[in-house]
């Protein structure tokens, strides 16, 4: 950000440029009044990452150089386009951030060609998690916070249909979009159902809204807690409860193998094949699936979604071991 400390000249410009065009997709995507609003998101959260990920390459390599193509003879110097400077940031080509910001920039390319006048479910989903990637890499990589300047609200992406009507499959939503943009966004949503199952569902490539309800006895098993009575607050809260990780992440790594053979009889796999996909598909930054305590010498474990991702990866590809072998 220009003039703060630790972010000066070129770099503090672009950061802070990249910052100016996220809060006005913010303030677009959430205007229920805009018709061209599922487009302007995308260009302008396009615009904002690509200027983000500059200043990330400019503040790792410290040359200037490094954010533009080699000059040509006789034509004007060119930066890095999106996708070359994702390539750049993130190498894995299935880190789901990354696979986020693609995602977006290909429903950006295909806007230019038709007019979507409403925004499907799916796409809310992945918008809202590029939102939160944003804030939380922007922290990671600068140490700048946008709590001063983005209300945590603005940040929750608002639907203007209730939830069935944003199904693509609705009636109601094909017929407000037309013919073409329905069959695209049908398949486009289509893909993202499927690659969102293949990554493990991680949250930094689409986050979904949805409530189940449970009564139970035990406050410990509730993920809401609900309070009624002469000592219940006067206003609604949601409590977290912590929840055990020996329940909610029961495998260490040879318990993981054992389960996959008691899954798959036959099945050869080995520790390192598991040492493997933790690497490619960078397990230990997905809480869903890692955790490890903080207490030194506590053990890696993993949860019961973790072994039914690669159960149904085998599944789908018997090969899946030997692929992401060659891919670590």
């Known amino acids: 950000m220009k003039g703060h400390p630790g972010n000066p000249g070129l770099k503090g410009r672009l950061v802070e440029k990249s910052i100016e ?24 959260i396009c615009n904002a990452w690509e200027i983000l990920l500059k200043a990330k390459i400019l503040n790792d390599t410290g040359d200037r150089k490094s954010i533009y193509y080699k000059k040509q003879k006789n034509k004007p110097r060119r930066s890095l386009a999106l996708r070359d400077c994702l390539n750049r940031i993130f190498p894995n080509q299935n880190n789901p951030s990354r696979r986020n910001i693609e995602r977006i920039a290909d429903l950006r390319d295909e806007a230019v060609h038709l007019v979507f006048s409403e925004v499907p479910r799916e796409i809310l989903c992945i918008f809202q998690a590029s939102v939160l990637n944003y804030h939380k890499l922007l922290s990671e990589w600068f140490g700048l916070s946008l709590s001063d300047r983005v209300p945590v609200g603005m940040m929750s992406l608002v639907y203007d249909l209730s939830p069935d009507q944003a199904d693509i499959s609705h009636s109601k939503l094909k017929k407000s979009l037309g013919k073409e943009a329905a069959d695209f966004l049908a398949r486009y949503c289509a893909e993202i159902k499927e690659e969102f199952k293949s990554l493990g569902r ?3 490539f689409s986050i979904g809204i949805e409530y189940k309800l449970v009564l139970t006895k035990n406050k410990d098993e509730a993920d809401i807690v609900l309070v009624s009575g002469p000592e219940a607050p006067t206003t609604a809260r949601i409590i977290e409860v912590p929840k055990d990780p020996s329940k909610s992440h029961p495998y260490r790594l040879k318990e ?3 389960k996959l053979k008691e899954i798959i009889p036959g099945l050869s796999v080995s520790s390192y094949d598991i040492q493997c996909v933790n690497k490619v598909y960078e397990v230990k930054k997905r809480p869903h699936w890692f955790y490890q305590g903080k207490v030194k010498g506590s053990p890696s474990q993993y949860s019961h979604s973790f072994v039914e991702w690669i159960s149904s990866q085998l599944q789908k590809d018997s090969d899946f071991f030997s692929k992401t072998r060659k891919k670590n």
């Open 202 to 204: 991680p949250a930094e």
């Open 256 to 258: 993981v193998v054992e």
């Open 21 to 44: 065009a996220y809060i006005l997709s913010l303030e677009t995507i959430n205007r229920l009044s805009i018709q061209y609003r599922l487009e302007t998101f995308c260009y302008l």
